[in-house]
């Protein structure tokens, strides 16, 4: 059964930093395209971030120049380096990611989120 993984949340201060991990496993030929989502408290969810295949690039105004999503596609994993965090980051963090399997088809997998709280 494919899986997502999320890690790399916790309690920082504002201006800290933090890093998130997305790790796939399963039968997986490759990770597609990936995202990066939030949802603070009493919030709906967001999309924070998202990675092409082909590396392409885009993100949430709010998280422009703070944030920055990359993969490793040999270690099957979705990253979010997170900097100058700021209180209003606070949410839950979910990884979604397109999973292509060896019959070349895609479906879409969430990961259980991890929690990260800025405080001031």
């Known amino acids: 059964q494919v899986q997502l993984v999320e890690s790399g949340g916790g309690l920082v201060q504002a201006g800290g930093s933090l890093r998130l991990s997305c790790a796939a496993s399963?039968?997986?030929?490759?990770?597609?395209?990936a995202d990066w989502y939030r949802q603070p408290p009493g919030k709906t969810r967001e999309l924070v971030a998202r990675?092409?295949?082909?590396?392409?690039?885009n993100y949430a105004d709010s998280v422009k120049g703070r944030f920055t999503i990359s993969r490793d596609n040999a270690k099957k994993s979705v990253y979010l380096q997170m900097n100058s965090l700021k209180p209003e980051d606070t949410a839950v963090y979910y990884c979604?990611?397109?999973?292509?399997?060896?019959?070349?088809?895609?479906?879409?997998?969430w990961g259980q989120g991890t929690q990260v709280t800025v405080s001031s």
């Open positions: 979604n990611a397109e999973i292509e399997d060896y019959d070349l088809r895609l479906r879409s997998y």
């Open positions: 399963g039968r997986i030929a490759n990770i597609n395209d």
């Open positions: 990675i092409t295949r082909g590396d392409s690039r």
